[in-house]
């Protein structure tokens, strides 16, 4: 069982920049491909960046892929860097790790609880 714990979150003014990041407890998750989802209310659950186990495959959501950054260490932690904030960017963001499959689909084993962006204009 993996644990997933996100911080980083909080409120920003749009132009601004975050660093998210993503604790995770097992000590093989040097062995899982991670992911970063994110959710706004009355909005769907959607993808928004993924990287590989091994860390060569990334991948990102094109509505945001040139303003987000996703890194991992091989220690537990996750990163997902966000620039140039918008109000669209306010959202619940969800951490998440898989041991095989694609990268970027939904179908991930293990989620965090999630931590709140928000962005004010």
């Known amino acids: 069982q993996v644990q997933l714990v996100e911080s980083g979150g909080g409120l920003v003014q749009v132009g601004g920049s975050l660093r998210l990041s993503c604790a995770a407890s097992?000590?093989?998750?040097?062995?899982?491909?991670m992911g970063w989802f994110r959710q706004s209310p009355g909005n769907e659950r959607e993808f928004v960046a993924a990287?590989?186990?091994?860390?060569?495959?990334t991948q990102a959501a094109d509505s945001v892929k040139d303003r987000m950054s996703i890194s991992r260490d091989y220690a537990n932690t996750l990163y997902l860097e966000i620039f140039n904030l918008k109000p669209e960017d306010t959202a619940v963001y969800y951490c998440?790790?898989?041991?095989?499959?694609?990268?970027?689909?939904?179908?991930?084993?293990?989620w965090g609880q999630g931590t709140q962006v928000t962005v004010s204009s």
């Open positions: 998440a790790a898989r041991k095989s499959g694609p990268i970027s689909d939904y179908n991930y084993d293990y």
């Open positions: 097992e000590r093989t998750f040097g062995t899982y491909h």
């Open positions: 990287i590989s186990w091994y860390g060569h495959d």
